[in-house]
């Protein structure tokens, strides 16, 4: 019979503990956040850019291809790294969180699990180093029922002609590559779907009106044009009909991240709050020593904590090879879900000021908004959870 404590297993560790290089890792983000990113964030919002250099020092710090093996020019770094980097952009911009969110969980992701060789080659270095990239899934008509969607690919030959329109395209102003999904056998239903490289340049193929948002107003969202845009044969990505099997993997592994972006948005909210609370006096004390604020505070502050947890829980388990799909919906259904309690009890805790533009809080509660819509509704979470929990029937 083995001991107690040979049952115990060493390598198990308090969640939220970071090794060394995690905690390098982190600290280098958070500071690039806190003094190159900061001092333009009002700005960026009001303008609905997000600035090209800061685009490109985003690139200079590797920040765009963490995955990436360096074989191919990345940072060979894992799914909890990006994890980390999204949090800690969030707190401080959660439109820059976004826009380094679906380079590396979601398009780099794609390429580095489903690309053959020389897809990798062609595609993986430029990612790390000066492409932005989007993926383009969602349409007017198919946003939950993504795989309803009406965009069409025509093989001819040694290429495909591919027909369609996309909406709510994260990163597309700014992007040079586009993961894009058609269907190539309408007959076959969703299993026609297919995942396709579409280049800017690629004739056919245009950018179309950028949305002017609630919120991450920095982070472009755009509709896509596709008018018989001719796409060669070798830039499918992964199989014909794979493409649903390879969006569903992507999304789940995507959630876990915007769950860390609304985790580092209300981080962000309540450090202001504490802030705040210590230099505001009325009734001749700071704010702070109210209890009816420090209530608020520690609700803000278990909250916060509470989805940090499943966040990282859900990471860890995607890097440990582990089935997560369950604790990725949570995440991101419990991190959107504070992100915007969070958010709205730090303007009422700035007062007057807290509902203008001078303050940050006012922008954060904006933009907490958009976590309960985009990689699926906080329903559809719901639905993947209760899905899990009740098993077949
Ligand atoms: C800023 C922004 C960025 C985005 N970025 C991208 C991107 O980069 N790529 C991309 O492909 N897409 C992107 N999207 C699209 C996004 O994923 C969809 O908006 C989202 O999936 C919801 O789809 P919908 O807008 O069509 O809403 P609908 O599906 O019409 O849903 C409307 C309401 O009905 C509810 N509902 C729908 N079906 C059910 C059901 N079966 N049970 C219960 N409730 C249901 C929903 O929960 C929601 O409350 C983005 C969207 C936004 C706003």
């Known amino acids: 019979m083995p001991t107690l404590a040979e049952t115990i297993h060493p390598a198990a560790s308090p969640l939220t503990v970071l090794s060394d290089e995690e905690k390098m890792f982190q600290s280098t983000i958070r500071r690039f956040a806190r003094e190159r990113i900061g001092p333009h964030v009002r700005e960026m919002d009001e303008a609905s850019v997000f600035r090209k250099d800061l685009l490109h020092e985003m690139f200079e710090l590797g920040l765009m291809g963490i995955e990436i093996p360096e074989e191919y020019g990345g940072q060979g770094g894992n799914f909890f790294q990006a994890v980390l980097a999204v949090e800690a ?95 190539a056998n309408p007959e076959a239903g969703y299993r026609g779907i297919t995942c396709f490289l579409v280049e800017r340049n690629f004739p056919g193929f245009q950018v179309g009106k950028k949305e002017d948002k609630l919120g991450i107003r920095a982070s472009s969202t755009c509709e896509l044009i596709l008018d018989e845009c ?50 505001r006096q009325q009734f001749g004390k700071a704010i702070a ?68 533009k001078d303050y940050p809080v006012e922008k954060l509660y904006r933009d907490a908004k958009i976590g309960r819509i985009y990689e699926g509704t906080s329903n559809m979470q719901k639905l993947t959870i209760a899905k899990q929990i009740l098993g077949e029937r």
Request: glycine content about 10%.
């Open 89 to 183: 952009l969030a707190a401080v911009d959660p439109s820059a969180a976004v826009i380094v969110d679906v380079q590396n969980t979601i398009a780099n992701n794609v390429i580095i699990r489903w690309g053959n060789e020389d897809q990798k080659r062609r595609y993986l270095p430029k990612l790390a180093s000066e492409t932005v990239a989007s993926f383009g899934l969602s349409e007017a008509g198919a946003g939950s029922d993504a795989f309803s969607l009406a965009t069409r690919a025509v093989q001819h030959g040694d290429h495909y002609l591919i027909t369609g329109r996309k909406l709510w395209i994260t990163n597309a102003a700014e992007a040079g590559l586009y993961l894009l999904f058609a269907n």
């Open 230 to 279: 001719r796409v060669p044969a070798g830039n499918v990505l992964g199989e014909v009909g794979k493409g649903y099997k390879i969006a569903i993997e992507t999304l789940n592994e995507g959630r876990i991240a915007i769950g860390a972006q609304m985790a580092g948005l209300a981080q962000g909210a309540l450090d202001h709050a504490i802030a705040y609370s210590k230099q």
């Open 289 to 356: 020593d109210f209890q009816g604020v420090q209530f608020e505070l520690a609700q803000m502050a278990t909250d916060v904590e509470a989805a940090r947890l499943l966040v990282y829980n859900g990471a860890r388990m995607r890097d440990a090879g582990l089935p997560f799909v369950t604790e990725a919906a949570m995440a991101k259904y419990f991190a959107s879900q504070i992100a915007e309690s969070t958010a709205s009890r730090a303007v009422e805790i700035f007062g007057g000021v807290g509902f203008t």
